[in-house]
């Protein structure tokens, strides 16, 4: 079953509140701890409390470093720590993209220092791991509170939203809602990399509700992130959320692309494709996608690492809507040619020849590929297999 949940962060969001509040919503801290654990092992202590923030009761989640000095960490050391952690890896990649954007270098570059510190790697593990324990199938969320005034940081004092927070909302809906930092980058990341849309509550059938605080109690604002969770009102036929994998390459020999397509096609990518780019110093490079199943994220994101010369990965989630698809074959000189059907309500929306066929029939048996497709097409016709008639029965 689909389980949807939704992010109220209208007062602003944190790792630690994001993760307060599942857990709240009925998260087991023993999974947590595990999955930070293998992360980090020996190197933090989560602890849980009932606090009130403005009066509403909400959950605090503290992290203690174990270490007396954390190193400073690139983006490739975060990387390392979190290889196989699927999501909380993509949450790390829209913060180092972020981060190398503000700074005009390149993500490899980048040097976390907030969000590399041992509590901000807890709290994104801890999220993750928290939704997987909940059985939190899809995440959206609210406009999210930015907060106004300046803050310091480890590069001095700087206005509020921070430059890496502004950079992490493109495309969102926000707000600035109140005085101080009330958004920050580690949880702006975890909204962007893990939720689908940016929506008011969406119709479910609501399960739980997690409250959690941040560390500030401000008279008359609670400040807090709800988290709503339950079961989402039926999706059409064909709905499903799916993953987008990008990456962009300059310096790999443009007669391997086939291949990697081939391959990650063959390992389980709905879709791959490539678009030319020019990146900087106009440097001609190619724009590498691949839709797939969230299940098969994580293998098809190892494969690109693999296969091409990319040094980061972005991902992102998306809705997708598909149409129920059969085959039914057609006999053409020479041998058979399958048609993939989609259809809707038991009528054929399309009807196409599978290329694969057409071009394996056309070499073995001498012919054009352009007359071997123009004959399944007359051959699907005469079938029946045409936009409008009714999808046939199985033989």
Not at 113 to 131: K, P
Not at 254 to 277: E, Q
Not at 373 to 393: D, F, K, N, Q
Request: glycine share 12%; proline share 7%; hydrophobic share 45%.
């Amino acid at each position: 079953m689909s389980r949807h949940a939704w992010i109220d962060a209208s007062a602003g969001v944190a790792g630690d509140m994001l993760l307060g509040a599942l857990l709240d919503a009925g998260a087991r801290l023993a999974a947590v701890r595990r999955a930070v654990d293998e992360v980090l092992p020996g190197a933090v202590a989560l602890s849980v409390a009932e606090v009130t923030r403005a009066g509403l009761r909400a959950l605090k989640v503290d992290v203690e470093a174990l270490v007396a000095a954390p190193p400073r960490r690139t983006w490739r050391d975060v990387r390392a720590l979190l290889e196989g952690s699927g999501d909380a890896l993509a949450v790390f990649g829209r913060l180092a993209g972020a981060e190398a954007r503000v700074h005009g270098i390149e993500p490899e570059d980048v040097h976390f220092h907030e969000v590399g510190a041992l509590d901000s790697i807890a709290d994104i593990v801890g999220v993750c791991a928290a939704l997987r324990d909940l059985g939190v199938t899809s995440v959206s969320a609210g406009a999210v509170a930015l907060g106004s005034g300046r803050v310091r940081t480890a590069h001095g004092e700087l206005p509020v939203p921070a430059p890496a927070v502004l950079e992490l909302a493109r495309g969102w809906r926000v707000c600035g809602a109140g005085r101080h930092e009330l958004a920050t980058p580690t949880g702006l990341a975890l909204i962007r990399a893990l939720a689908v849309r940016c929506e008011e509550l969406p119709p479910m059938t609501v399960d739980t509700v997690g409250v959690g605080a941040g560390g500030r109690d401000t008279p008359g604002r609670p400040n807090v992130v709800r988290v709503v969770i339950g079961s989402p009102d039926a999706a059409p036929p064909g709905a499903g959320e799916a993953v987008v994998l990008e990456a962009n390459v300059d310096d790999l020999d443009p007669r391997l692309w086939p291949g990697v397509l081939a391959g990650l096609l063959s390992a389980g990518a709905d879709d791959a494709w490539l678009v030319p780019i020019l990146m900087k110093k106009g440097r001609p490079a190619h724009t590498l996608t691949v839709l797939c199943a969230p299940e098969r994220a994580a293998a098809l994101r190892a494969r690109i690492f693999r296969d091409t010369s990319t040094l980061g990965v972005r991902e992102g989630r998306r809705s997708k809507t598909a149409l129920p698809r059969t085959f039914r074959g057609v006999a053409v000189a020479g041998g058979t040619v399958a048609v993939k059907l989609g259809y809707a309500d038991g009528v054929i929306t399309q009807a196409t020849p599978e290329f694969e066929d057409v071009a394996a029939l056309a070499r073995r048996t001498g012919r054009p590929e352009h007359a071997v497709l123009r004959e399944a097409l007359t051959a699907a016709a005469a079938a029946g297999l045409t936009a409008g008639s009714p999808v046939p029965p199985e033989d």
